[in-house]
């Protein structure tokens, strides 16, 4: 079953991804990230220049499929066809279509209530399917 984490009331959602993302990285984790291609636009400026001294390798889903395998970042609007399956994070409104081949599944959710009002949507429909959620709220920090 995949293992599900919700990371909510992150205050700059793409510069937090980015860190994640760097996170991952280093330890050698393979990453999807789905959302909007407007927000996927976006996360792909952000990871060019989140830091001088830092370089995430990643690529679009669309890009070579040597590049794509390669790749531990993949920046994809649909999860068709992707050959990783390690972790998805998600960044779009709605639940991610095939989100259960992959081992884990993380949920950024900002600030802006339209993103609050769809991950309580999205956190009914993972607990009514049985999986176990971990809750990582930044206003408690």
Partial sequence: MTELAFHFNVPEPLFYVCRLLRKAVTSGAK??????PDTLAGLDSALWTFSALDFVPHCFDGSDPALVAASPVVLAASLDNLAHQQILLNLGLNVPAGFDRFERL????????DERQAARIRWKYYADQGHPIIRHDFNSK
Avoid at 31 to 36: L, M, P
Avoid at 106 to 113: H, T
């Fill in 31 to 36: 990453v999807v990230v789905t959302a909007s």
């Fill in 106 to 113: 993380i949920e950024v959710v900002g600030l802006e209530e």
